[in-house]
């Protein structure tokens, strides 16, 4: 019993941690430079399909097939993979940022206010920090050795918000003009 209250408070700990920090970040004014006008015409999200494949059961299970394989090793492989995930989060999370600063940026000069875009590109904002911050919950449980960590979310939020920057600047948003 007394482990299951234990493990009970360490996961409502980090739940609580997850949260302020999610809050802390969308509390927090942005710090960087506003991106380049086309940047994002070049971007790729190739470079995170790695990261979706940090986490492979097969890649242990190779391992554990090799002579002189110990359970050290696979802890020191999961340690080295942790550590580059969150490396990979940081650019994601950076990258998303400027692809929200970006289409924030289009919507703040466009000629017709469009509030329900503004609401969608909160919305995304805050679903893609919510995701981020479950990825780095999942990280600490794996640490733990509960569960696994799943990034496919992340890559797809950062997809959708790189879809909408090319709709925003693909053709101008037609909103109709009613007479009095």
């Known amino acids: ?28 004014p942005g710090r960087d430079p506003l991106p ?15 990261m979706e494949r940090l986490f492979a ?7 554990a097939a090799q002579p002189g394989f110990t359970p050290a090793l696979a802890r020191r492989l999961q340690v080295e993979r942790r550590r580059i995930l969150r490396k990979y989060l940081r650019c994601l999370a950076r990258d998303f940022d400027r ?26 904002r805050l679903s893609f920090q919510l995701a ?9 449980l ?11 979310g992340l890559v797809a939020a950062l997809e959708r918000m790189r879809e909408q920057l090319r709709m925003l600047t693909a053709r101008p948003v037609a909103v109709p003009v009613y007479e009095r």
């Open 1 to 28: 019993m007394s482990t299951a209250v234990a493990a009970a408070a360490v996961l409502l700990v980090l739940i609580a941690v997850a949260f302020v920090l999610l809050f802390r970040k969308l509390a927090s």
């Open 132 to 140: 981020l911050a479950g990825v780095h919950a999942q990280l600490a």
């Open 57 to 63: 059961p097969e890649d242990y299970e190779f391992l």
């Open 36 to 50: 380049e006008a086309d940047w994002w015409a070049n971007f790729s999200l190739e470079k995170y399909r790695p």
């Open 99 to 124: 692809f929200y600063k970006a289409t924030k940026l289009l919507l703040l000069t466009a000629e017709h206010d469009r509030s329900d875009l503004a609401l969608a590109l909160f919305r995304q």
């Open 142 to 152: 794996q640490t733990l050795g509960l569960g696994t960590v799943r990034v496919h």
